[in-house]
């Protein structure tokens, strides 16, 4: 599972948020439909693959409980529209994204607290105490299940997508591919999440900054990459924790894309930011929220 929800802050947690705590509690997790009990895998921060959460042997979801059907309906989306169970599953298509007050969620080193934030609040109560299914599509706290979300469901990109700063209100309008139309290194006036394919070559770190290359940009007459677009992370002022999430899931990302390519499918490595054009430099994009960055593989389906 990708996700899962934190015992005593009732908050879903991504498996990649693990990444960014000092200590794991493994058994401070269960499902976020059912409410079994699961536990964190390959979280370690030397471990280069990506964290996930699981069912213990011994134990299986809840009758009602909504991880198989979701499961099912990531399937069926890559071939047609699953609208209608989108507009009432809680996680799969997040409606908007909500950063939430660091201080209470991510800062590792406060305590604990129940804060009530929009995603423990329209979470499905536990199966076994009442049964209520009221929420339609949630709020995410990190751009992840949004991205998620773009390469799941191709063909309900028409769904609606809130993302502060971003101006365009679709998920088909809001993102937008780097590269697209062999164009050259373009300028955009208009703020987007952007994405593109990750260059295999490894992210460059100094103490300020870690800067990802993108297999995108300016290509010669004879297919070669002379111009390529970059995201450069602004990490100065960053916790270790912080930095740790974003170099890595670029390091993953990278190692999971080598992989797909080597086994001949179709899924590749993207990079996906909400960060500004730099004014002097327009190959390089800055990007200064590590919640605004993430790197997913995946096959990408465009539905005109
Ligand atoms: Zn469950």
Redesign the pocket.
């Known amino acids: 599972m990708e996700s899962a929800r934190d015992k005593y802050t009732r908050e879903i947690v991504e498996a990649e948020e693990l990444w960014q705590l000092p200590t794991v509690d493994r058994k401070g997790y269960e499902?976020?439909?059912?409410?079994?009990d699961?536990y964190p895998a390959s979280y370690l921060k030397t471990n280069l693959k990506r964290p996930y959460f699981s069912l213990y042997g011994d134990t299986d979801?809840?009758n009602g409980?909504?991880?198989e059907g979701d499961k099912k309906t990531v399937a069926r989306g890559k071939k047609g529209s699953v609208r209608d169970e989108l507009e009432t599953s809680p996680g799969l298509s997040p409606s908007r994204l909500t950063l939430r007050d660091e201080r209470v969620a991510v800062d590792p080193t406060l305590p604990r607290t129940s804060a009530q934030t929009s995603s423990a609040r329209t979470a499905r109560r536990d199966i076994d105490s009442e049964t209520v299914r009221p929420v339609g599509r949630r709020a995410a706290n990190t751009i992840r299940p949004i991205c998620r979300a773009f390469l799941n469901f191709p063909f309900d990109r028409n769904m609606s997508l809130d993302v502060p700063g971003v101006d365009d209100k679709t998920y088909w309008t809001a993102f937008k591919k780097l590269g697209a139309g062999n164009k050259g290194i373009e300028t955009f006036e208009r703020p987007k999440i952007f994405y593109a394919e990750l260059a295999w070559a490894k992210a460059q770190e100094d103490d300020g900054s870690l800067t990802i290359p993108l297999s995108a940009g300016e290509w010669s007459t004879d297919r070669k990459l002379v111009r390529h677009y970059k995201v450069r992370v602004s990490w100065a002022k960053w916790s270790k924790y912080k930095r740790t999430v974003v170099r890595n899931e670029m390091e993953v990302v990278r190692e999971e894309g080598i992989k797909a390519k080597k086994k001949n499918l179709k899924d590749r490595a993207y990079i996906f930011f909400i960060g500004d054009q730099d004014e002097d430099d327009p190959t390089i994009f800055n990007v200064s929220d590590h919640r605004l960055i993430c790197g997913l593989l995946g096959a990408l389906i465009i539905v005109s």
Do not use: E
């Open positions: 499902c976020g439909s059912c409410g079994v699961v979801h809840l409980c909504d991880v």
